[in-house]
């Protein structure tokens, strides 16, 4: 019997081949292997070299300890030290990290969100908040064991590690393959001895936002490789709650790992806006609206909006979070939020009296005569400077590639 196919159902049969084909790669216990990914091919050796050449002045700053990312790389490597890391394995992951950043285009010159310096700010919060628990429990009941301080300054110096992305936001499939490209990376895992499938594991939690269809196929991964790792037995009916196979100590390693994710996941997000003041503040939310395609016109809504779902939808993480950290940079990112919400009042204000008819906006030109005379006169000094200010504000608002 001949068999018909709809488009639409061929379609469907050729995807679950790929997928169950996908399936059986990733159950393959061997933690080696690398799997081809169309959407992550390496740059050409002549644009590593080109970005190396053309950071060079800044990397000879940064090597004198004259950036801001040296001062950061110093806070982490003290704090790291602290938490019992080995001072010579922390500074070359740190060294390489930045390197890798870098040369492949999301260095200091990037225009985004996700560059090295969201990474080292990321990396140095959440070692800073596990620090403080840690410090807070007396060490009766630790709440994060030495491995998982590894797991997570691995995972949060590399969560964001997607050069090839089309987009600001990464994808943790292409960081996957990167990570696992990365001979250095794998070999500075297998120092600390720790595993790279874990890693992975809790970068996949810092998806975001960690729900509906982008949570599911997470999860999944997540399982997977824990699974590779040899933490779990199986994970074939993970999503069948009278699964057999999804014992209570499966349940225990899977929600283990998760936190760690999530722990990540809200430091990540937070620790510009608590290590900042108000105005570094505003060009992060400039960037992370280009980052989760904010409209310009909507970034002080939208930047209420996501402090909202962080102290709201994931307030038991928050508060864990927040509870870590020193109170000066806790009071900062409140008095950051605060100005947030501050502005976008004003805007709702402003808006009701427009829709109100109670006031109008009027554009008005103003003549500057450009004669010696003027460049004389006190007030047309005061007005060009203004002007001058203004563009370069302008200017400086605008990301990298419109300019």
Known sequence: MIRLWSPSSLIKEIANKLINSNDKIYNNHDANDVLDNPLAKPFPWWYELHQRIKLFPWWVKYNFGLTNQADLKDKIISLAIEMNLEKRWT???IRHAVSEFSKKGLGLDYYGYHNIDHELQATYFTL???NGHILQCNKKV???SNDDIKYLFVS???HDFDPTKKFD???EENVEWFLRSDSKIKKFIDIAGIDINVVIAIIYRTAYPFKGEIADIATKRIYK???IKGLLKDCNNIYDDNSINDSESTKKIVEHYQRLGWFLSVCERIAGYALGD???ANKLARSNAHALGWHPSRINEESVKYFDSLLNQENEMFQFVIKGIPDDLKNNFFRNVKSFQNLYEKEKKIKKLIKNKEIRFICKVE???????NYRNSKFDLDYNEIRNCIIDIYRKTPIPLK
Do not use: G, T, V
């Not at 003549?367 to 005379?373: F, L, S, V, W």
């Open 91 to 93: 500074k070359k992951l």
């Open 128 to 130: 800073l908040s596990a």
């Open 142 to 144: 630790l709440p994060f």
């Open 156 to 158: 949060s110096l590399f």
């Open 169 to 171: 936001k990464p994808n």
């Open 225 to 227: 490789l824990l699974l």
């Open 278 to 280: 108000f105005e570094y």
């Open 367 to 373: 003549e500057i005569k450009n004669d010696y005379n």
